[in-house]
């Protein structure tokens, strides 16, 4: 009797904290956008905390709903799906259920309802919206990219979807477990702020979306390493732990232009010292991390912002890069190329300022 009493004990608490913890984080979500809200002069109005808990399924189910619907009257954007959903869940998709998103995707596309319409009265849809969208609105539209055609040679083809790539090339194997907050302690105690993907010394790290390379060189923490900058400049990659001696694509430097999918460096295991080009890492690994910035003051410091990307690498395995090796230099490349518009319209930007 006294071992029954204790586990209902034991089942209790272990709810009771599963329901706090819940509550706790649809009360933050809520606190930042109304901290967001706050009309006050001595503080700018941007976005401080973005905890993204968006699970695969949805993300999937959200973009293969984008992609159907494409070309259809109502053209449903899975960013704003998304949002909605973040909304009525307070950010917490542990109840998450497919059937919601299809009932609003089928009022959407029916025409009985707008989106517009929908999130009027949501208090808290427009701080979902921007969260998400500082997250995911580059991933999704039309590029070009080649591809084999019936004669087995490459012609190019207009297609509308995911344009953002895994950032492990196709082929090479890697494992990966949810690691986000993790502790670490070299140099000080402090949580795991990314995502490791533990692979082959060598494997070609692939850039996730194009943008331009911010960051290039050693870090006492990250080794050799890579930031890239997103072209709306809301989000930031970094890439860290690349291979010792040969960590980068040939040519590579601060402000170069990539696109996605292009082959960006190698992983590795470097870091943890203060002298360059040292393998003080344990095991072969990519760290890979996903910055949000909505105010330049957040880049660097105590007010970064950094998401959990298990769950967003998991989504972008549906789409990974295809390689090459050259024998001669031992470098890889890219098999198939892509034209992405954002890469052209930076450019063009650049040049008229």
Same mark, same amino acid.
Not at 12 to 28: K, P
Not at 289 to 314: A, H, M, P, T
């Given at each position: 009797?006294?071992?029954?009493?204790?586990?209902?004990?034991?089942?209790?608490?272990?709810?009771?904290?599963?329901?706090?913890?819940?509550?706790?984080?649809?009360?933050?979500?809520?606190?930042?956008?109304?901290?967001?809200?706050?009309?006050?002069? $001595?503080?700018?109005?941007?976005?401080?905390?973005?905890?993204?808990?968006?699970? @695969?399924?949805?993300?999937?189910?959200? @973009?293969?709903?984008?992609?159907?619907?494409?070309?259809?009257?109502?053209?449903?954007?899975?960013?704003?799906?998304?949002?909605?959903?973040?909304?009525?869940y307070g950010g917490d998709f542990s109840g998450y259920k497919q059937a919601h998103m299809t009932e609003l995707a089928e009022k959407l596309v029916?025409?009985?309802?707008?989106?517009?319409?929908?999130?009027?009265?949501?208090?808290?849809? $427009?701080?979902?919206?921007?969260?998400?969208?500082?997250?995911?609105?580059?991933?999704?539209?039309?590029?070009?990219?080649?591809?084999?055609?019936?004669?087995?040679?490459?012609?190019?083809?207009?297609?509308?979807?995911?344009?953002?790539? $895994?950032?492990?090339?196709?082929?090479?194997?890697?494992?990966?477990?949810?690691?986000?907050?993790?502790?670490?302690? @070299?140099?000080?105690?402090?949580?795991?702020?990314?995502?490791?993907?533990?692979?082959?010394?060598?494997?070609?790290?692939?850039?996730?979306?194009?943008?331009?390379?911010?960051?290039?060189?050693?870090?006492? @923490?990250?080794?050799?390493?890579?930031?890239?900058?997103?072209?709306?400049?809301?989000?930031?990659?970094?890439?860290?732990?690349?291979?010792?001696?040969?960590?980068?694509?040939?040519?590579?430097?601060?402000?170069?232009?990539?696109?996605?999918?292009?082959? +960006?460096?190698?992983?590795?295991?470097?870091?943890?010292?203060?002298?360059?080009?040292?393998?003080? +890492?344990?095991?072969?690994?990519?760290?890979?991390g996903i910055q949000l910035i909505f105010d330049e003051s957040q880049k660097e410091g105590n007010n970064e912002i950094w998401i959990d990307c298990?769950?967003?690498?998991?989504?972008?395995?549906?789409?990974?890069s295809a390689v090459q090796r050259n024998d001669e230099t031992k470098m890889w490349t890219r098999i198939y190329q892509i034209k992405d518009p954002?890469?052209?319209?930076?450019?063009?930007?650049?040049?008229?300022?």
């Amino acid at each position: 009797m006294k071992k029954r009493k204790y586990w209902k004990g034991v089942v209790f608490t272990v709810g009771a904290l599963l329901i706090f913890s819940a509550v706790s984080r649809i009360m933050r979500n809520q606190q930042q956008y109304e901290s967001m809200q706050a009309n006050t002069e $001595s503080e700018e109005q941007y976005i401080k905390w973005v905890e993204f808990g968006v699970p @695969y399924e949805a993300l999937d189910a959200a @973009y293969q709903l984008d992609v159907k619907t494409e070309k259809e009257q109502v053209h449903l954007n899975w960013v704003e799906l998304l949002a909605y959903l973040g909304a009525k869940y307070g950010g917490d998709f542990s109840g998450y259920k497919q059937a919601h998103m299809t009932e609003l995707a089928e009022k959407l596309v029916s025409g009985e309802t707008t989106m517009q319409d929908t999130v009027k009265d949501m208090k808290y849809y $427009s701080y979902y919206r921007e969260a998400y969208g500082a997250v995911l609105d580059g991933w999704v539209g039309e590029y070009q990219i080649e591809q084999e055609g019936e004669n087995g040679e490459k012609e190019w083809a207009k297609v509308y979807g995911l344009k953002a790539f $895994s950032p492990i090339a196709r082929d090479f194997p890697y494992q990966d477990y949810d690691d986000f907050g993790a502790s670490r302690s @070299y140099g000080y105690r402090r949580n795991h702020l990314g995502h490791d993907l533990l692979g082959q010394v060598g494997t070609p790290v692939i850039a996730v979306e194009s943008g331009y390379v911010e960051a290039l060189g050693w870090n006492q @923490y990250g080794g050799w390493r890579i930031g890239i900058r997103s072209f709306d400049g809301k989000r930031y990659y970094y890439y860290a732990h690349l291979r010792q001696n040969i960590p980068y694509a040939e040519d590579l430097e601060e402000g170069s232009v990539v696109q996605a999918g292009d082959v +960006i460096g190698y992983l590795g295991r470097t870091g943890y010292s203060a002298t360059e080009n040292v393998n003080n +890492i344990d095991s072969y690994h990519l760290h890979f991390g996903i910055q949000l910035i909505f105010d330049e003051s957040q880049k660097e410091g105590n007010n970064e912002i950094w998401i959990d990307c298990y769950q967003l690498v998991r989504f972008l395995y549906k789409n990974r890069s295809a390689v090459q090796r050259n024998d001669e230099t031992k470098m890889w490349t890219r098999i198939y190329q892509i034209k992405d518009p954002a890469v052209n319209d930076y450019l063009i930007a650049k040049e008229q300022k």
